[in-house]
């Protein structure tokens, strides 16, 4: 069984930096596409970025490009997200994700595992 755990979550200030990381165990990560979302109360959850399987190719939304990067490392079965420039609206709950896909899986409906989700809290 495959499963994902993030950490790394916390408070931190605007303009400030937080690094995720999500360890995988079960499988390894070479066998998916791996992404990163996030959800905030009332509202569906929302892509933030993805790494394909060879980790060659990624891809952000609008929202974070240029402020985050997402990273994948197989040897440690671990994928991360370095935060940077944090802003307020950045606040949510972030999720890590793998998809069997091997195309751009950009829906969360893509994915086939979830983790149980870390809190990151940017104030103003």
């Known amino acids: 069984q495959v499963q994902l755990v993030e950490s790394g979550g916390g408070l931190v200030q605007a303009g400030g930096s937080l690094r995720l990381s999500c360890a995988v165990s079960g499988r390894t990560i070479n066998s998916y596409a791996m992404g990163w979302f996030r959800q905030t109360p009332g509202k569906e959850r929302e892509f933030v970025a993805l790494?394909?399987?060879?980790?060659?190719?990624?891809r952000y939304a609008d929202s974070v490009k240029g402020r985050f990067t997402i990273s994948r490392d197989n040897a440690k079965n671990t994928v991360y997200l370095q935060m940077n420039s944090m802003k307020p609206e950045d606040t949510a709950i972030y999720y890590c994700?793998?998809?069997?896909?091997?195309?751009?899986?950009?829906?969360?409906?893509?994915?086939?595992?979830w983790g149980q989700g870390t809190q990151v809290t940017v104030s103003s």
């Open positions: 994700a793998a998809a069997s896909t091997s195309w751009y899986p950009y829906s969360a409906a893509e994915y086939d595992y």
């Open positions: 790494t394909r399987r060879s980790g060659a190719s990624t």
